[in-house]
């Protein structure tokens, strides 16, 4: 799985160079076997941020994507399309993507992260519960009929300066209730910018999602 998403790294038109950053030897094997590049990182780091944070302050770049390794399916050009989020604002830290929820039963998912956006196309907060709450409708399968809902897809681009920030400042209380590494950047009062995609990525993280994951790529 750590294979594809590098490769479909590599196909991102924006990006100067993919590096996995691991703890695992396996992992850096399958890599290399595959052509690519890999760095072992401390097995006590925190999150994936912490992990890139950890290459990041020995390369010279200003921007750097965190492309999450259960994104098998990630689109290149939602890869270059989070590269560009700190080109085109320069007052933001961090950038994402998040998809339009168009099922309930993805509501209630706590595997699948929940994001509010204000109307200037910040995060205010992601969580694995359900967010906004209705409090005037008993039925969730209305939910969707009152307001916007939206998912955050696993990647992120963050700027040097704000990624050497990042690792210094300890896991936050939010971060530890949600086990979500962007709340760190939320609560010590950063701000990550959000863009909407409409591709769809197949995210692995259940054993269900393997299974559907090998179904897809059968098909294909």
Same mark, same amino acid.
């Given at each position: 799985?750590?294979?594809? $998403? ?22 850096? *094997? ?11 990182? +401390?097995?006590? %780091?925190? *999150? ?25 399916? !990630? ?14 604002? %320069? ?9 339009? !929820? ?9 595997? !699948? ?8 196309? &910040?995060?205010? /907060?992601?969580?694995?519960?359900? !967010?906004?709450?209705?409090?005037? $409708? ?5 939910? %969707?009929? #009152? *307001?916007?809902?939206? #998912?955050?897809?696993?990647? /992120? ?14 896991? *936050? ?5 949600? #086990?979500?590494?962007?709340? &760190?950047?939320?609560?010590?009062? /950063?701000?990550?910018?959000? %863009?909407?995609?409409?591709?769809? +990525?197949?995210?692995?993280?259940? +054993? ?13």
């Amino acid at each position: 799985m750590i294979v594809r $998403v590098y490769k479909q790294a590599i196909q991102a038109a924006h990006l100067y160079d993919v590096i996995v950053a691991t703890d695992n030897e396996r992992i850096v *094997s399958a890599v290399v076997d595959a052509g690519g590049k890999a760095v072992m990182t +401390p097995s006590n %780091l925190a *999150s994936g941020t912490d992990r890139i944070a950890y290459v990041a302050k020995n390369i010279d770049a200003d921007i750097f994507v965190n492309i999450q390794g259960d994104e098998p399916f !990630i689109a290149p050009i939602d890869i270059d399309r989070t590269a560009s989020i700190l080109v085109d604002d %320069l007052d933001a830290s961090a950038g994402t993507l998040v998809k339009r !929820i168009t099922n309930t039963e993805e509501l209630t998912d706590p595997n !699948i992260v929940k994001v509010v956006i204000d109307k200037y196309g &910040r995060a205010l /907060y992601f969580s694995r519960s359900v !967010i906004p709450y209705q409090r005037d $409708v008993q039925e969730k399968e209305k939910w %969707l009929n #009152k *307001s916007e809902y939206f #998912k955050h897809i696993g990647i /992120y681009s963050y700027t040097r300066e704000f990624l050497l920030k990042f690792k210094e400042m300890g896991i *936050s209380q939010l971060e530890r209730a949600e #086990k979500l590494e962007q709340l &760190r950047v939320l609560e010590n009062g /950063y701000f990550i910018k959000v %863009l909407q995609t409409e591709n769809e +990525p197949l995210c692995v993280d259940t +054993p269900e999602d393997l299974r559907r994951a090998r179904e897809f790529l059968e098909k294909s």
